[in-house]
């Protein structure tokens, strides 16, 4: 009877770890850094002229705020029209 108990209070404990480990390792282990960079390539063509220019920029920064940084705009309504 002893025995018994004892196999029983090993297999439960036993259970009870390897669940543990099984949650642990389903754990969404991603994490995003905020302000996080990225690089953008930047090209500009004007008839037969190609200006390209790589740029860095924050994620989650407009195109506009982007452009206005690195180039002289002029803008109509939120409209690019002259850079």
């Known amino acids: 009877m002893f025995l018994g108990d004892f196999t029983n209070e090993k297999i439960s404990i036993l259970l ?3 669940l543990t480990f099984l949650l ?3 754990a969404n282990t991603s994490s995003q ?3 996080s960079t990225i690089d953008i390539t930047l090209q500009i063509t004007n008839k037969d002229q190609v200006n390209r220019q790589e740029v860095t ?3 989650g920064d407009s195109v506009m705020n982007i452009l206005k ?3 002289d705009i002029e803008e109509d309504n939120g409209l690019i029209t002259k850079i």
Do not use: E, V
């Open 57 to 59: 920029a924050n994620q």
């Open 16 to 18: 009870t770890l390897f």
């Open 33 to 35: 850094t905020s302000g």
């Open 69 to 71: 940084a690195h180039h």
């Open 24 to 26: 642990g390792a389903c």
